[in-house]
């Protein structure tokens, strides 16, 4: 595992600690969905008191040029919160996730360091965020069209396979990092979808987790498909909702 903090521009990108089990058990794998449904839950009643905390939050880092920590620690533990459950939903981890608090032996660790922020970045960050929020909604929709292939093979295998688990881990720590910059937790613009390096060039991999997070080639393959597949699945529909038109009357001829 590295202790180099990762930068983007001199500003600490967002971590995310992802560390996969030898085994999963079926049982949880078959009925994962259903397990989760009290953090979705939970989830959905956060992001409303987070989206309240974060306009609250917008004004303040305009004035300020950063959050106030009150806002910053309830944002930090909405994000992190989030990336537990999705990671548990996508099948990268098997422990059952902690509700709110991060537990310390938990294999998944969001590291969010909320510091100073350039206030014009915050007064167009909703427009900034697009290219990122565009990139991270087509990878997830490419691994949405796999995700029951991907259950599939888990649940049979009792495990997740190296290139399935960095195609995955890739996409959530993306959505974590475009996460943490759409709600002012750092200044640092998302990046590394593909990873941190290639598993090639870096035979002795020193940590079976994300950080960094390296990168097989059957992972950055599949990667690929996500994304082709995210944009095939973007284009249709938007082909679909530009050519349905709902009517907004019907007539009626009756034969006399």
């Known amino acids: 595992m590295s202790d180099q903090p990762a930068e983007a521009n001199g500003l600490f990108l967002p971590e995310l ?65 989030q990336a537990r459950v999705v990671a548990s939903n996508m099948l990268l981890v098997d422990k059952y996730p902690p509700f709110l608090v991060p537990e310390p032996d938990y294999p998944v660790q969001a590291d969010i360091r909320p510091g100073e922020l350039n206030r014009w970045a915050v007064l167009f960050r909703i427009i900034l965020v697009i290219p990122a929020a565009i990139v991270s909604a087509i990878v997830s929709q490419g691994f ?13 295998l009792g495990r997740n396979p190296r290139p399935v688990f960095d195609a995955s881990a890739a996409v959530l720590r993306y959505s974590y990092r475009t996460n943490a910059y759409f709600y002012l937790l750092t200044g640092a613009y998302p990046k590394k979808l593909f990873g941190d390096a290639r598993a090639e060039e870096n035979p002795p991999r020193q940590s079976q987790g994300t950080r960094p997070l390296v990168m097989s080639q059957g992972g950055r393959v599949l990667l ?33």
């Open 224 to 256: 690929i498909v996500f994304i082709v597949l995210g944009v095939i699945g973007a284009v249709t529909n938007g082909v679909v909702q530009s050519q349905y038109q709902p009517p907004e009357h019907q007539d009626y001829y009756y034969d006399r």
């Open 144 to 156: 949405g069209v796999l995700a029951f292939f991907i259950w599939l093979v888990v649940l049979v």
């Open 17 to 81: 600690e992802v560390v996969p089990p030898e085994r999963q058990r079926r049982w949880t794998v078959l009925l994962r969905l259903l397990l989760l449904i009290p953090h979705f839950i939970v989830l959905w009643l956060l992001s409303i008191a987070a989206a309240v905390v974060l306009i609250v939050g917008w004004f303040a880092a305009l004035f300020l040029g950063r959050l106030p920590d009150w806002i910053a620690g309830f944002l930090s533990l909405f994000v992190g919160y």
